[in-house]
T-cell receptor
Framework: DGGITQSPKYLFRKEGQNVTLSCEQNLNHDAMYWYRQDPGQGLRLIYYSQIVNDFQKGDIAEGYSVSREKKESFPLTVTSAQKNPTAFYLC????????????FGPGTRLTVL | QQQVKQSPQSLIVQKGGISIINCAYENTAFDYFPWYQQFPGKGPALLIAIRPDVSEKKEGRFTISFNKSAKQFSLHIMDSQPGDSATYFCAAGGYNKLIFGAGTRLAVHP
């Protein structure tokens, strides 16, 4: 089956800890994205990557980091510098850059204890 | 210039009725306008999308109406069903990313 997988589905973290969220796609898509979803605020872009070894900050990149070492993988690290990390995190991919359909994974719900 | 404003925030419709959700954008460079449907605890799924060269697109019970001069577009769900109860997001795209509206929570009552 082709698609986007995110793991884990639920993640709990203590304050001050870094945590890495996994995103893998087997759609052979070039572009990948990370969004944060909070109630009543829609989806906000954290980082995106158009090609391997290249990525750009989105609207709310502070306190987050990413890497794109392989085309199919785009992990997101939530660092201790992120002031309010509790949220639903969504990964997406698209075939090409700009204005094209983005396909979303099932999401990871991160809770800081 | 980058905002997408979506209304209403929530909507209650009776089974068989028409659900209408509206969005407005500011940036005239946007050239792709999708609607996504999201069920609780799941990722959004593409429902229907339109490009600015057409004013309307229909897929089954779902229709997008697009008004380029007013910079507005809307989603119409005909014959709404309880299974349509979900959160709907509009988005506007262009050059590398999508800007999402805040979402509309739709409840279809039997």
């Amino acid at each position: 089956d082709g698609g986007i997988t995110q793991s884990p589905k639920y993640l709990f973290r203590k304050e001050g800890q870094n945590v890495t969220l996994s995103c893998e796609q087997n759609l052979n898509h070039d572009a990948m994205y990370w969004y944060r979803q909070d109630p009543g605020q829609g989806l906000r872009l954290i980082y995106y990557s158009q090609i391997v070894n290249d990525f750009q900050k989105g609207d709310i990149a502070e306190g987050y980091s990413v890497s794109r070492e392989k085309k199919e993988s785009f992990p997101l690290t939530v660092t201790s510098a992120q002031k309010n990390p509790t949220a639903f995190y969504l990964c997406a991919s698209s075939l090409e850059r700009g204005g094209d359909t983005q396909y979303f994974g099932p999401g990871t719900r991160l809770t800081v204890l | 210039q980058q905002q997408v404003k979506q209304s209403p925030q929530s909507l209650i419709v009776q089974k068989g009725g028409i659900s209408i959700i509206n969005c407005a954008y500011e940036n005239t460079a946007f050239d792709y306008f999708p609607w996504y449907q999201q069920f609780p605890g799941k990722g959004p799924a593409l429902l229907i999308a339109i490009r600015p060269d057409v004013s309307e697109k229909k897929e089954g019970r779902f229709t997008i109406s697009f008004n380029k001069s007013a910079k507005q577009f809307s989603l119409h769900i005909m014959d709404s069903q309880p299974g349509d109860s979900a959160t709907y997001f509009c988005a506007a795209g262009g050059y590398n990313k999508l800007i999402f509206g805040a979402g509309t929570r739709l409840a279809v009552h039997p």
